[in-house]
């Protein structure tokens, strides 16, 4: 068995691909071969599989009518060949645009290259011969020409726009190839390929620079990728072409379901690059969670044609991930422009799922526990905007703190200080005394700090905020997270239980940036500080008996793991549905060497069992807003059985133990 840094990104679905805008002058072939030959021995110095070139790269696009001068076609097929050994030598497969004659016609194709020949040849489907755009002058569409194969040089290769090509040596790998304007159309040939089974689609393109056409262009891209859920890579010729009427800039981009992973500089005259790693596996996984993909039925019938995509040398040290979609914390933006923008949008949706019940109930009172720590803080913020937004006083909302054997001053003071600010109601309600007579009642020592020692005190204070709502005619807003979900953090039928669960969405990575954006621009002065300083706070459920000089004996992430690990797991096991080894690389490849391989796994496992063990909680939580694109509602996104067994999960994990080097 391989160690677990040996292995390779390849094992868990990442190819790694290269769009580039090569130097060329137009109509120099030996020129523009010898271009294209040194950006692939760059693009696989840098760990690239396939490169993708422009549209008639090999000519350049802009040779008007001397595409009909036979030298120039000629000498085009004869780089053809010399490009696929130059692939070949560089180790990687490559697309390539030419124009190329067959039976009497000229078609602007694609070829693609692998192995040390041509693997097969797309024609362009829409020709555009409009406004500065004349292409129907030489070329004919793909539509009027017959799919067969075409003999260049000694060997035959498949030809036509029915063509997807599949990588043997990597399941899932599947090419479909469109040419420019085809994206343009109203119906992209590569939303066709994409539902016959094609996972990364590629566009070599001469799309000239107009005012406004960059932004155009982008969106097109990255939403197309969303719509195919698939990898779009597009490639767009450079400045080189001939400036006689247009402007080309070489802009060429990479983007995966939605998210652009890279992109190049434009307006340059050397070579340009992007390269990133494609996540296969992730793409497959989305098409299997959508039944709209699954309904969908392609056009026309496609010829699978097989190739190998090149693989890494046997030993080579495997390069990071180039990645940018990886991060630490899948749920925060790294951006802070975004970042509050993000906060802002879950804190409306949040305040609106409660306004909504409140005006559906009638309720015009609710109670909340407020114990100064992050989730109940986040939880009375939002309390309070959707009572201003459903036109309500801020007096009925009655928070009620209830300190016991863990509590301390800090918490309680915070909790204190951010009821007044926000104009609630605010009552102290110590739980002590009655859980000592309920120890007691049930013949429990006080001095026995375990498990029922805790959950007494938590179901006290859900007693006691249940009560309460009943008293005054409310009902109780929950304040657990998402993340307190997946782990089953939370007391069934104690803090686990409310009428309204409005941080269920919110994984608890994110809650602290909500706190901080809260304190950054809701508040000003002193109220700000309070946030600032709650949010600085250990995370702890304070129900340990506080040590010499009321130190804090409890912290949360020293029992159950850091929150960031457990975070990363859950967006990365649920949101995706990887496998322990996968997700393990990833954290790998994320957290570098903040944490030991060991320590990963320990965490891993603790969440895998903690997350099937403690399914019965979520299947019995209440009703509570969806904010992102995990969530654990049994009533929404996860419908798990309580009784289901994680030993598969736990075996891949214990397996992956084993692997690691010390």
Not at 83 to 111: I, M, Q, Y
Not at 163 to 175: H, R, S, T
Not at 187 to 197: N, T
Request: with cysteine.
């Amino acid at each position: 068995m391989r160690t677990s840094s040996e292995f390779s990104p390849m094992d868990f679905g990442f190819a790694r691909v290269a769009v580039v805008s090569p130097e060329l002058r137009v109509a120099d072939v030996q020129f523009n071969a010898d271009k294209l030959i040194e950006a692939m021995s760059a693009a696989a110095e840098r760990g690239a599989r396939l490169a993708l070139f422009p549209e008639l790269c090999i000519t350049a696009y802009s040779c008007g009518d001397l595409f009909f001068q036979p030298l120039l076609l000629r000498d085009a097929l004869a780089a053809v060949g010399r490009l696929a050994e130059a692939a070949d030598r560089a180790g990687l497969a490559a697309v390539v645009g030419l124009p190329l004659a067959v039976e009497g016609k000229l078609f602007n194709v694609a070829a693609l290259l692998a192995g040390g020949r041509i693997v097969g040849l797309a024609p362009k489907s829409f020709l555009p011969s409009t406004g500065e755009f004349y292409e129907e002058r030489w070329f004919t569409p793909a539509a009027r020409c017959k799919a067969q194969p075409v003999r260049i040089g000694d060997a035959e290769a498949p030809f036509g726009p029915d063509l997807i090509f599949a990588a043997e040596n990597m399941p899932g790998f599947v090419l479909g190839i469109e040419i420019c304007e085809d994206l343009w159309a109203i119906s992209p040939p590569s939303g066709d390929m994409a539902q016959a089974g094609a996972t990364v689609l590629l566009n070599g393109s001469a799309s000239n620079e107009l005012l406004g056409k960059v932004e155009y262009r982008r969106d097109l891209v990255r939403q197309q990728s969303a719509r195919s859920l698939a990898a779009y890579l597009y490639a767009g010729a450079g400045p080189g072409e001939s400036t006689t009427d247009l402007v080309w800039a070489g802009h060429s981009m990479i983007a995966e379901n939605g998210a652009i992973l890279a992109e190049t500089e434009r307006f340059k005259f050397s070579t340009q690059m992007a390269v990133a790693d494609v996540d296969v596996q992730r793409l497959l996984g989305e098409r299997l969670r959508s039944n709209t993909y699954s309904a969908a039925q392609p056009v026309r019938a496609y010829r699978r044609v097989a190739f190998e995509l090149p693989e890494p040398a046997a030993g080579a040290a495997q390069p990071a991930l180039i990645r940018p979609l990886l991060t630490r914390m899948p749920f925060v933006p790294a951006d802070p422009a975004r970042r509050a923008e993000h906060c802002r949008e879950i804190f409306n949706i949040q305040a609106t799922g409660l306004a909504k019940r409140l005006l559906h109930t009638g309720s015009k009172v609710v109670t909340i526990g407020l114990s100064g720590g992050l989730d109940s803080t986040l939880a009375l913020l939002v309390t309070a905007r959707a009572f201003d937004l459903a036109g309500l006083p801020r007096a009925g909302i009655h928070a009620i703190t209830m300190p016991g054997f863990g509590t301390t001053p800090r918490t309680r003071g915070n909790a204190e200080k951010l009821a007044e600010h926000l104009g609630v109601g605010f009552r102290t309600i110590p739980i002590t005394d009655a859980v000592r007579q309920h120890f007691k009642d049930i013949g429990h020592d006080e001095n026995l700090h375990d498990v029922t020692y805790e959950n007494a005190q938590a179901r006290e204070r859900t007693q006691i905020l249940m009560d309460v709502a009943n008293k005054i005619g409310g009902f109780v807003v929950g304040t657990g997270d998402l993340s307190e979900l997946a782990l089953g953090w939370a007391t069934y039928n104690g803090d686990h239980m409310s009428m309204y669960h409005v941080c269920a969405g919110v994984p608890k990575t994110l809650v602290r940036y909500l706190v901080d954006w809260a304190a950054e621009e809701e508040f000003r002065g002193e109220a700000a500080s309070v946030l600032r300083d709650i949010s600085a706070t250990p995370i702890t459920p304070e129900l340990l008996p506080l040590g010499k000089e009321g130190a804090l004996e409890q912290k949360t992430e020293d029992t159950i793991g850091p929150y960031e690990l457990h975070d990363f797991f859950l967006y990365n096991a649920i949101r995706y549905g990887f496998p322990p080894a996968k997700v393990f690389f990833l954290a790998r490849q994320a957290f570098g060497g903040d944490y030991a391989p060991e320590t990963i796994l320990k965490w891993l496992r603790v969440f895998y069992r903690r997350f099937f063990s403690q399914q019965f909680k979520r299947s019995a939580m209440p009703d509570g807003p969806k904010v992102g694109s995990v969530a654990l509602s049994p009533r929404g996104d996860w419908r798990m059985p309580s009784d289901a067994s994680a030993a598969s999960w736990l075996a891949e994990v214990d397996a992956l133990a084993k692997t690691v080097v010390k």
